[in-house]
């Protein structure tokens, strides 16, 4: 990936910074423990405080700002890079993360994703605000495994908490980078801290990062595909307004308006030549391409994807004798709008038009905190969520066109002057929480955690209509008469946890724990034909985890199994029109993982990790399959009465019911692994030159449980840099990423006509100027 800038220094890792090492520091007496150890201290608060990560009975990755800048990650989608066990499926403007297994395929304002993201203390309903780039990040910990009882629904497979940094008392600071790589890529960034007064700071930051994009399209009025225009801005106020009591108000605003997620390439093609045959005689005569490596089949001129996102958030912290008390007010919005092109011919066939996909949230979060010097600790919380969102879709072309009684003239490449089928909707959500958490030490070595989660939740799907719209004709009706709606899910859901954690010393954590998570259930949308309400996904989860640090060496690790129930599975049903969501499934998955760090001097530091899943459904009777047409009834049909109309029967592939039990759940892979180094060399006049260098290995994994398509081969990705850096805090590095030009791909679909991919980055390579003032 190219260089991103995240932290308040662009250039010098703190002594002993490694993988998974966040830069905020321990407290006095802690770090005064470790001093003899090139190793930094680790502090994070998956808890809703402040603890070593070594003392944390949880799986966390922590990654601090200094690294993610060493490694050039600078995306959400880049965190499987450091973190085991974490993979991404990006489709179109939807960032899908999967954490051991678990994640979601298909998200719509109705339903959220298995993993939940959050920017500071502000949850992010929607996942595609993750294409975003990172700026003045402070660290990033992934929370590995049900999340239930501190943070609630929609963290069933875990959670990812982006923490920024905050303002600084009394200090001026900044820092400043430019950037250029291939594909003309263009980069910014900036922060500044302002101090004003004794007793307030102002940190702002922005950032810009471009490129033209590294897909060409046989259509030759099309830019290319894969491009990426992106800012943000975020800035953040801090008030100590006494020696008790902060206020911090935060805000930002950001729009992403490219290409990237639209270069559908077409794969597995049985057809010759022409859509028109495989479509059994429908369309017309656009052409396939077939390959990876081939030209994007987009027929529509540059039409981008547009996101827009912004939020605000109050956070007002009071230090009391019982604790601290804090109150946590957040608001967000989202808008999408975007056309793609799903057929996989040079020909306006069928295209899909988000005419505006908007959400509005607002959260509202007390919590009272106990400090850490006492043997009873404990967190208890109320949680308050609202939501509105609604979307406009449409779908078009000539298939649509036949659909409608047509021909009609299609306008290529403007959905809304076209015949097309239009769907429209709008949800409420309103949910509330109560929980609390609390770990008592009986002894030194020996402590016990309890926690339990309370949520009742609320979906309305207000309406839903389907129209019928051709404009040529003057025709815009309701396809049922009458719109549907409302229609209400209610869900509630208890969330323990509970662990045993044995300390025999500073530096050792044993524990054995049991947590329950679940993701909120919801309503497809569009839905056609009211399909079933989907009801909550849960999995419990058993972990043994140990956490060790000996000298320089660092060595965590942790074996799992879930048992995962109401799977909301993906598969193609005439109910919602195309891809839609059911509770299908139940699995099992087992894992095993490790990080290690290792820092043998100052100026070496070494990281790795590993995970091992062995997942599967237990059963999935209602799956589905794509099997070769040739096969088929209908194909031995129109084999014995030959007609001109029948000719698609044999060609490409048809869609069947299939028993998948036993089945490896999509986007699992056995084995993730990554191997990081840095080294810097101390140069004459107080220069340094610094080498960094990252190997992941992701292997062979399904999209979905059918065997037929989907397969996405192993990969590794190997990228590394060099920078100078001189004694007043200049650098300048030179990167590149892919080096080893690996082949994959961040999207999948399958069709009739076999089915299309999303290519990832290739090489890369390019120059990075920072300065810190």
């Keep these: 990936m190219a260089q991103t800038q995240t932290s308040a220094d662009p250039a010098e890792p703190a002594a002993g910074q490694i993988a998974g090492s966040p830069t905020v520091q321990a407290d006095a007496p802690a770090a005064a423990e470790t001093s003899d150890s090139n190793l930094s201290e680790i502090v994070v608060t998956a808890q809703k405080r402040s603890e070593r990560l070594q003392r944390v009975p949880i799986a966390v990755t922590a990654i601090s700002s200094t690294v993610l800048t060493q490694a050039g990650l600078g995306l959400s989608e880049d965190l499987p890079r450091l973190t085991p066990g974490l993979t991404v499926n990006r489709n179109a403007n939807f960032v899908g993360l999967f954490l051991r297994g678990v994640g979601t395929q298909f998200a719509n304002p109705g339903l959220e994703s298995s993993v939940a993201t959050y920017q500071d203390d502000t949850y992010m309903p929607r996942t595609a605000t993750a294409a975003f780039a990172f700026n003045d ?41 430019v950037q250029y790589g291939r594909y003309n890529r263009t980069g910014a960034d900036a922060v500044i801290n302002a101090p004003i007064g004794d007793s307030v700071a102002l940190r702002i930051s922005a950032m810009y990062d471009a490129n033209d994009g590294y897909v060409t399209s046989i259509n030759p009025t099309t830019p290319r595909l894969q491009s990426r225009n992106v800012w943000h801005v975020n800035g953040k106020l801090l008030w100590n307004a006494t020696d008790n009591l902060s ?65 605000a958030a109050l956070r007002a912290d009071l230090t009391t004798g019982i604790g601290t008390v804090s109150s946590i007010t957040t608001y967000r919005y989202y808008k999408f709008t975007g056309l793609a092109d799903l057929d996989t011919a040079n020909i306006p066939f069928q295209h899909a038009l988000t005419d505006g996909e908007n959400t509005k949230s607002y959260s509202q979060e007390f919590q009272l905190v106990s400090d850490n010097t006492k043997k009873l600790k404990y967190v208890f919380g109320l949680f308050y969520y609202k939501e509105k969102s609604g979307s406009n879709f449409s779908v078009s072309g000539i298939a649509i066109n036949q659909q409608l009684g047509g021909p009609f003239t299609a306008v290529n490449g403007n959905v809304r002057t076209q015949p097309r089928l239009n769907a429209l909707s709008d949800f409420d959500i309103e949910s509330y929480a109560p929980y609390g958490e609390a770990t008592y030490d009986f002894l030194d070595w020996l402590g016990l955690t309890v926690g339990l989660r309370y949520t009742s939740e609320r979906k309305t799907q207000n309406s839903q209509d389907l129209r019928i719209i051709i404009p040529q004709a003057g025709v815009n009706v309701s396809a049922f008469g009458t719109p549907f709606g409302p229609r209400e899910a209610k869900f509630d859901k208890l969330t323990p946890r509970v662990s045993i954690n044995v300390k025999p010393s500073r530096d050792l954590l044993f524990y054995a724990s049991f947590s329950r998570g679940f993701k909120s259930g919801g309503i ?66 087992k894992g095993v993982e490790a990080d290690t760090e290792w820092a043998p001097t100052s100026a070496l530091n070494l990281g790795a990790g590993f995970s091992y899943l062995d997942t599967k459904f237990k059963n999935f009777a209602a799956g589905q399959s794509f099997v070769p047409a040739s096969g088929t009834a209908a194909c031995t049909a129109a084999t014995a009465t030959p007609n001109p109309a029948d000719d698609g029967a044999c060609l490409g592939y048809s869609l069947i019911t299939k028993d998948q039990s036993g089945r490896p759940l999509p986007q699992a892979p056995k084995l993730t692994t990554y191997v990081r180094g840095s080294y810097t060399a101390e140069l004459p006049n107080g220069a340094k030159l610094r080498f960094n260098a990252l190997w992941n290995h992701t292997g062979r994994y399904f999209y979905g449980p059918d065997a037929t398509f989907g397969i996405e081969p192993s990969k590794d990705l190997v990228s590394g840099a060099i920078t100078f850096i001189t004694a007043d805090d200049f650098s300048l590095s030179v990167f590149g990423d892919n080096l080893l030009d690996d082949k994959y791909n961040t999207q999948f679909a399958r069709q009739q006509t076999g089915g299309w991919t999303v290519p990832g980055m290739p090489r890369t390579w390019g120059v990075k100027l920072a300065k810190k003032f």
């Design 137 to 177: 990040i402070e660290r990033i910990e992934v929370l590995k495994g049900p999340q239930g009882t501190l943070y609630g629904r929609n963290a069933a497979a875990g959670a990812v908490r982006i923490i920024t940094n905050d303002p600084k008392m009394g200090l001026w600071e900044g820092n400043a980078s």
């Design 524 to 589: 497809n949308s569009p839905d056609f034909a009211r399909s079933p309400i989907i009801l909550p996904e849960v999995l419990d989860s058993y972990e043994l985890g140990a956490k060790t640090e000996f000298g320089n060496v660092r060595l965590n690790g942790s074996a799992f199994y879930y048992d995962y129930s109401n799977l909301q599975v993906t598969i193609t049903s005439a109910q919602c029109g195309g891809s839609c969501v059911f509770n299908a499934a139940n699995a099992t998955i």
């Design 247 to 311: 206020i911090k108000l935060s805000g930002d605003i950001g729009r992403k308006f490219d290409h990237e997620g639209q270069a559908f390439i077409s794969i597995d093609s049985t057809c010759p030549g022409l859509i028109a045959a495989c479509l059994g005689g429908r369309g017309g005569n656009g052409t396939l391409v077939s390959g990876q490596d081939g030209p994007a089949r987009g027929d529509f001129p540059g039409s981008k994807f547009d996101t827009r996102d912004a939020g």
